[in-house]
């Protein structure tokens, strides 16, 4: 027959192992990198191209935000006229849109805006001139729709 060692004992050895293994894998979950969420914005036709010098060896990106602008002087010397909070045009990604009745109601408030104003804004649309990126909601994509120059 087996013999069983005592109950208090037993308990000290099992409080022991815990003890163990807890601090084992608090030092192993330190050594673990974290992971950081990359957003990259490139303005570029062929952004592969660029990517690996931009980006650290091993670093995975999540999201790219990607933009192709294609403006023709044409389209600049449309809206450069528009460069005031009281007519207040802009490019995002190559459509023109009349901001103007959006002053006082923008989130960000009008300093956001107005920079822009008589300017391609696309990049700052897309990142919320914020670094790191801080993509509008699509609420937001929506509502600027509505303000669109056809």
Partial sequence: MIALKSPLKLLSQIVIVLFILTTVAIFFASKVPVKKEV??????????????????????????????????????????????????????????????????????????????????????FKSKDKNPVSEHSITAKKLLTEFEVR
């Avoid at 809206?79 to 909070?85: L, R, T």
Wanted: charged fraction near 15%; aromatic fraction near 6%.
């Fill in 39 to 124: 957003i990259i914005v490139y303005q570029t036709a062929e952004p592969e191209a660029i990517l690996a010098t931009l980006i650290p060896k091993g670093t995975q990106t999540t999201r790219a935000i990607t933009l192709t602008p294609k403006l023709t002087p044409t389209l600049l010397s449309r809206v450069a006229v528009h460069n005031q909070i009281t007519d207040c045009w802009m490019i995002i990604d190559n459509k023109i849109y009349n901001l103007t009745s959006y002053f006082g109601l923008h989130p960000g408030g009008n300093a956001a805006l107005s920079k822009y104003c008589g300017k391609d804004g696309s990049i700052a």
